[in-house]
């Protein structure tokens, strides 16, 4: 793994809690993506998500539609990609709205390319999480650059 990757700090909350597994879940998901470019294998990540084609998420580069695309797009990247580390503030919140959640955070983000290009941003997260089951799962998220 590429970097050093933080714990979030949780909160008082009931450990069954939705609002505690959520928070496990988020940290995971990042800690994933990080390990996701070491590794260069999406198969990690794609528990976390929802794999109804028309769900649409958002990062950095462009929009996919649908995990599949999602994947093969970031598939595509691992090519020009040589490091990258993904680090989440302890500002995650998490709001339970019977099976639905939505999940913010900021962290930082640091990559390097191939071609020597360095990339290095803070970054803020939105995830919009559905409960199938005992199973959460994205079905948006959104990860922007960050000026502050």
Not at 77 to 91: I, P
Not at 131 to 148: A, F, M, T
């Amino acid at each position: 793994m590429i970097g050093r990757l933080r714990t979030v700090k949780l909160p008082n909350a009931p450990i069954g809690s939705e609002e505690a597994k959520l928070r496990r879940l988020v940290r995971e998901l990042v800690e994933t993506w990080s390990s996701t470019w070491t590794s260069k294998n999406t198969t990690a990540a794609s528990k976390f998500y929802s794999k109804a084609p028309d769900h649409v998420f958002f990062d950095i580069g462009p929009i996919h539609v649908g995990w599949d695309q999602y994947r093969k797009n970031i598939q595509k990247s691992f090519g020009e990609t040589e490091s990258l580390s993904l680090t989440l503030n302890d500002d995650l919140r998490v709001t339970v709205l019977g099976s639905m959640a939505l999940t913010t955070a900021t962290g930082h983000l640091s990559s390097k390319n191939k071609d020597g290009k360095s990339f290095d941003s803070n970054i803020r997260f939105s995830g919009v999480w559905e409960k199938k089951g005992k199973l959460w799962l994205v079905i948006h998220d959104h990860w922007s650059r960050s000026r502050v």
